[in-house]
């Protein structure tokens, strides 16, 4: 149906700029301008029936395939995300956790700032930031990217660790 739909747009669509460019040459007849379509739509099944044909043989047999389900295949995801972060900083231990879909942040064993993940628009904001002291010294992580993971941590604007991890996204691959 939307086969039909779509030729009898382009149908309406050729057919008024055809009588537009043809008005008094020998192509400005009706019957002309429908087989001149008819021709070029043919044209057009024909290429694209080559190349179904040569994508059909060059595909692998469907059926013998082992397909991942969506939930496997969310797992994977979640674990190529899945890192974690243990830095020494005077005589303090700094620690940063970054789930899929949650972040935390520890300073020396304790959980001092989190942030999750729970709706479909806290994944519009590809950066968090989390937040903590450590002897009355502000420390700032910032998580986050679009094709990477960017782990970057602040203390009093002093940046003390970097690191960046880039996903192939056709491969998988860091």
């Not at 400005?28 to 099944?45: G, K, P, Q, R, T």
């Not at 700032?113 to 010294?137: A, D």
Request: with cysteine; proline share 1%.
């Amino acid at each position: 149906m939307i086969k039909f739909i779509l030729y009898l747009a382009v149908f309406y669509f050729i057919g008024y700029n055809y009588g537009k460019m043809t008005n008094g040459t020998i192509f400005d007849n009706f019957w002309v301008m429908l087989l001149s379509l008819f021709v070029i739509i043919f044209l057009f099944e024909w290429l694209i029936s080559l190349f179904k044909k040569k994508r059909n043989a060059n595909e692998v047999d469907v059926e013998k395939q082992d397909y991942e389900t969506w939930d496997e295949a969310m797992e994977s995801v979640k674990k190529d995300f899945e890192k974690t972060w243990n830095i020494k900083y005077e005589n303090n231990d700094i620690k940063i956790i970054n789930t899929y879909n949650h972040e935390e942040l520890y300073i020396n064993d304790q959980l001092v700032s989190e942030k999750k993940r729970n709706h479909w628009y806290s994944w519009l904001i590809p950066y968090q930031t989390l937040t903590g002291t450590v002897e009355e010294r502000r420390v700032k992580v910032k998580l986050g990217g679009v094709f990477s993971l960017n782990c970057k941590v602040y203390v009093d604007q002093d940046l003390i660790f970097k690191e960046k991890i880039k996903y192939n996204l056709f491969t998988g691959e860091k």
